[in-house]
């Protein structure tokens, strides 16, 4: 009897792991889809560099640390600032010179800033993985109960939501939000009503990206191994995240946050012999959802868009 | 009619020079000048046949990795000598079914053609129905997907250990041939009618469908056929360098291709070819740019390692962004164009005769 | 407009910067005719991962290879040079960059390269071309077997699963659970002899769990929290060390103080930058032992790389390539520098050689007879444990 109470305490307390290591990251992921989901919903196209925005931010907030000694927080304002202007200066000179080219040219060229980032990292700071710095509380562990959680986990969902009623804040209701929402819908309407496309499209380019690099930065803290590739991946997997929330839609990319993270979390919890497959449930699940719902789960006509 | 004939003539004989070209490079050329001629025709197979999809019937897509792993790994399972096996498989053994069967290399290459055409065709089912970036990163998920199962599936793959002890093929004539045929095989089916209504479908899909076209139909064959052709390129390019691993085929050597494709000028057939070269060629001349360089008996900090693909990326980007429709555009180089620019320049040279006179 | 000149003048200054270096080069080719005709220099090929997903090995073992050539730099009195090709962790540009090192630059013997995948796409090569060449870091069987002219520094990986299952059996360990990098050659290879030899040991239920992961994966924690539950003595997780050094932080991170065990990958800086204090009391195996100088070279080596590298402390890779062109080295010494044929006859006698990780034997295989070591992390360093000799684990 004792066994038995014992055996059913493990699995709680290791469904409980579970559940935490889900949501912590599916938090990540939600924070690095918003970024997609942005731009998708105002340029309607996939940024690839995206993914390589954030590696370029976990470079400048590592930097900042290690070579500067920049205090951390002050170097996260820094990184913030840095990647968003990054993300202005990729936009200015490979995606508006091809404003009115057929989708396609955008799209490669969206791959090749991505593949330029990737080799220009690689250049100058070389393969090897470095160390993102341990910031004081945020890498500490925290135990509840037989349940181990970093605390950076618990500040990831806050950051999160603040992140997403901030923008949602900015998108419904402010001037530029308004701006986005015209430019999104159809922007030569909004050109013609005297919306000033250029500045609205590097302003959503701005945020985007600087919510890229707070996804960096909390991505650093919580996977310290730094390298020029490491965004690759994560960043396929917040693709799929924002496409299936819906793409366009800042609610929609967090829920698809979550649901791939708990999703890819738990098919191994209980699926421990196909842990070798783990990343191509990220894959399935985008194409399931695309062949049932390809709008997403909140991607409907009335919701609003950017 | 004339000079339909004249130009089909004019491109035979081309092909028997080319060949006798290769077979000349086999025997004279070193062996490096020769894998980088080998590597150029394979990458000109593959490009050509990502163009079908995405410059012919523009549906974009990046699933190109999935299905050359196809063709390479039916390469890699089926042409190692059945006595070289069991050490091939040294950590898993292989499937008992598969372990004593043998094909030859050229019908290992025609069925990974096939399976790959024919995994296209139940890929191609759910995922035509999308558009532009959802089509590119479904066709994408689907590549790494064939991946991972590859990687997973070690009784029949070996897993990440890869095969290794397939019959090295550094021979130009072989795959000069294999890419002759290719090329034709394209060449006829995109002048075909099939090719027209892969065009209709380009320009405006719902005008294609209102003229008649069976877009479903359509889509899909041009898939098969793309993955067909992606999965002989797989495969020689797995037979050329004698091995291959899961690790080959990640989705980032499909932006190779696009590369070729975008370069060549995206539907274009000669395109594709002009870009496979420069792109394979190119990348072997910008190695300099990895040695260290010595100006006047300084060493520039610059040229090291990394630095080619930062030039190398720095040139997509430019072409992208200024020389969007690259060298062809859509056009081809026909034997019209040629004949004429051999008649100008010399009639020009006639002018500046009689002038002199 | 302004962007467009902006863009075209930065065209224009790639072309000449590509020009500048094509007449670099150019100027190279022409010393390099010049030189023959004094003959004063050997060209040896190096092949590595320079960029790509193993730059970080790739940059280890050019250390070792250029450390090697500083303190030996001469054979017969020619000067040795250094043709370094960078593979790019690519296979198709290994296969290139082999033969390219042996048609274009006509080097005598090629030395590399890390990743195992990388070697078995240069080998057909090297055999075609009657050109030797020696791995520094390619533990995979494969490599070498059926290959006349692939040899290696290193240890093979059945040889390195067995020394460590043994190790761990003989810490006491009888349930061990394998994390492996499914996607890794190397991982899987060295997981599949660990598994074998461990089964033997302690029965064929020893191994109670084996969870994957893929290269380039951040977050374990899904596969750790499983492994927790079935409470295994040790855990075995051989791969990358970037990988593994995240995997044994979150492992700790979930609580677990079970002892975690891999291979020759982990003794770089990189796992312990990474990893931190969370790595501390790990347990791998090791091509030597870098704070016991196994032989004078050992010394001269050591002490270079401490002048070199300051605050470094020499990995096992780098060792391993140091080695790799000390074998070159002495073969070139026995059998000249002009025949490549005799240059891997040579190699393949090579016996008692001194290098940095001991004396080296080549077997018929082409594969050294070492024993390997067997360390820890403590302090922040790397800290010899054990020696493990092939006589050894045949006496088991």
């Not at chain 1, 469904?15 to 889809?33: E, F, P």
């Not at chain 1, 004081?136 to 806050?158: E, T």
């Not at chain 2, 002989?232 to 989705?251: E, Q």
């Not at chain 3, 080069?25 to 003959?39: I, N, Q, R, T």
Request: charged share 15%.
């Amino acid at each position: 009897m004792e066994i038995f109470q014992a055996i059913t305490n493990m699995t709680a307390v290791g469904l409980a792991q579970h559940m935490v290591n889900g949501i912590s990251l599916g938090s990540l992921y939600a924070l690095i889809a918003i970024g997609y989901t942005m731009v998708y919903g105002i340029l309607l196209m996939i940024n690839f560099a995206h993914a390589d925005i954030v590696m370029m931010a976990c470079y400048f907030a590592l930097f900042g640390i290690t070579t500067f000694h920049i205090p951390w927080y002050l170097t996260f304002v820094l990184t913030i600032i840095l990647t968003a202007l990054l993300g202005v200066t990729i936009e200015r000179t490979a995606y508006r010179p091809l404003r009115d080219a057929p989708k396609n040219s955008v799209l490669i060229s969206a791959i090749g800033a991505s593949f330029l980032l990737e080799n220009l990292a690689t250049y100058v700071f070389t393969g090897r993985p470095l160390h993102f710095p341990d910031i004081p509380f945020l890498s500490s562990m925290i135990a509840v109960g037989g349940v181990q959680i970093q605390a950076i986990c618990l500040f990831i969902p806050i950051v999160t939501v603040i992140c997403l009623v901030g923008l949602l804040h900015i998108v419904n209701h402010t001037k530029t939000g308004m701006a986005m929402r015209a430019v999104s819908k159809d922007y030569e309407i909004a050109r013609v009503m005297g919306v000033n496309i250029d500045n609205i499209i590097s302003i959503t380019f701005a945020i985007g990206s600087s919510l890229a690099a707070i996804g960096a930065i909390m991505w650093g803290i919580r996977y310290p191994g730094i390298t020029p590739y490491l965004g690759v991946m994560p960043g396929l997997k917040c693709f799929i995240a924002a496409v299936i929330g819906g793409i366009g839609n800042i609610k929609g990319a967090v829920i698809g946050g979550f649901i791939l993270g708990l999703g890819e979390i738990l098919i191994v919890a209980f699926f421990p012999q196909f842990s070798g497959y783990r990343d191509a449930f990220a894959f399935l699940m985008l194409i399931w959802i695309l062949f049932y719902k390809p709008t997403g789960l909140l991607g409907e006509k009335t919701t609003e868009k950017v | 009619m004339n000079t339909n004939k004249r130009n089909i003539m004019l491109t035979l004989a081309a092909l028997v020079v080319l060949f006798g070209v290769a077979c000349f490079a086999q025997t004279e050329i070193d062996s490096y000048v020769r894998r980088i001629i080998n590597l150029c025709l394979i990458y000109a197979i593959i490009g050509l046949s990502m163009n079908i999809t995405n410059g012919f019937a523009g549906q974009f897509s990046l699933g190109q990795a999935g299905f050359m792993a196809i063709g390479a790994y039916m390469v890699g399972i089926f042409t190692v000598p059945v006595n070289l096996r069991a050490d091939v498989f040294y950590a898993t053994p292989m499937h008992p079914w598969l372990v004593n069967i043998y094909f030859p290399l050229w019908l290992a290459l025609i069925l990974g053609g096939i399976l790959a055409a024919v995994v296209a065709g139940l890929i191609g089912t759910p995922v035509l129905r999308l558009r532009g970036d959802y089509l590119a990163i479904a066709t994408l998920g689907f590549s790494e997907i064939i991946r991972i199962v590859i990687t997973n599936a070690t009784p029949i793959t070996n897993g990440a250990l890869g095969i290794k002890n397939i019959p090295p093929l550094n021979d130009v004539r072989y795959i000069f041939l294999a890419t002759a045929i290719s090329y034709i095989i394209i060449t006829l089916l995109l002048n075909s009618s099939y090719g027209r209504a892969f065009k209709a479908i380009r320009e405006d899909e719902i005008a294609a469908e209102a003229m008649g076209i069976n877009l479903f139909y359509h889509k899909n064959l041009a898939f098969m056929v793309s993955a067909f052709f992606a999965g002989i390129g797989g495969g020689l390019y797995g037979a050329l360098l004698g091995t291959v691993d899961p690790k080959n085929f990640l989705f980032t050597i499909t932006y190779n291709f696009l590369l070729i494709i975008v370069l060549g000028g995206m539907g274009s057939i000669t395109g594709s070819m002009f870009g496979a070269i420069i792109v394979t060629g190119g990348l072997e001349y910008l190695r300099l740019f990895d040695e260290p360089l010595e100006v006047m008996g300084v060493v520039i900090p610059l040229f090291r390692p990394g630095l080619r693909m930062v030039v190398f990326s720095i040139l997509l980007m430019l072409c992208v962004l200024f020389w969007r429709h690259g060298i062809m555009g859509t056009n081809e180089l026909t034997w019209d164009k040629i004949l004429n620019f051999v008649k100008h320049p010399l009639a020009g040279f006639r002018k500046k005769g009689v002038q002199g006179k | 407009m302004k962007m467009k000149k902006f863009v075209s003048a930065f065209l224009a200054s790639a072309v000449a910067l590509s020009l500048v270096a094509g007449c670099g080069g150019g100027d190279k080719k022409k010393a390099e005719e010049k030189k023959p005709e004094a003959a004063a220099t050997v060209k040896v090929g190096v092949f590595l991962p320079l960029t790509g997903d193993n730059a970080g090995g790739g940059e280890l073992e050019i250390r070792g290879i250029k450390l090697a050539n500083k303190l030996h730099p001469e054979v017969k009195g020619k000067k040795i040079e250094l043709v370094i090709a960078d593979n790019k962790s690519d296979k198709a540009e290994s296969a290139n960059v082999a033969a390219r090192l042996i048609e274009k630059d006509k080097v005598k013997v090629i030395l590399g390269t890390y990743g195992s995948s990388l070697a078995m796409a240069a080998g057909n090569i090297v055999k075609e071309a009657k050109v030797p060449a020696i791995g520094t870091s390619c533990t995979n069987p494969q490599v070498t077997k059926g290959n006349d002219y692939y040899f290696r520094a290193c240890f093979i990986d059945p040889f390195q699963g067995t020394v460590m299952a043994n190790y761990a059996y003989s810490k006491g360990a009888r349930k061990v659970a394998i994390v492996q990098e499914v996607s890794n050659d190397y991982s899987v290879g060295l997981a599949k002899f660990f598994i074998e030899a461990f089964k033997k040991l302690a029965g064929p239920d020893s191994i109670v769990e084996i969870a994957n992961y893929q290269t380039g994966d951040k977050d374990f924690s899904a596969q750790l929290t499983n492994l927790k539950a079935k409470n295994p003595d040790m855990v075995f997780a051989p791969g990358n060390f970037t990988e593994s050094a995240l995997l044994v932080k979150q492992a700790r991170q979930l609580g677990m103080k079970i002892p975690f065990m891999g291979g020759d990958s982990w003794e770089t800086q990189d796992f312990l930058n990474v990893g931190g204090k969370d790595v501390e009391g790990v347990e791998f195996s090791s091509f030597f032992d870098s704070t016991n100088a196994a032989t004078p070279e050992a010394k001269k080596f050591l002490e270079a790389y401490a002048k070199e590298y300051k605050g470094e402390q020499p990995g096992g890779l780098t060792a391993m390539a140091y080695d790799c062109y000390l074998i070159a080295l002495a073969a070139m010494e026995k059998a000249g520098t002009d025949d490549s044929q005799k240059i891997r006859d040579a190699i393949a006698a090579t016996k008692d050689l001194e290098t940095a990780t001991g004396k080296t034997t080549l077997n018929a295989d082409g594969d050294p007879i070492k024993s390997a070591v067997v360390k820890t992390i403590k302090d922040g360093k790397f800290t010899y444990l054990k020696t493990v000799n092939p006589e050894d684990l045949k006496a088991q």
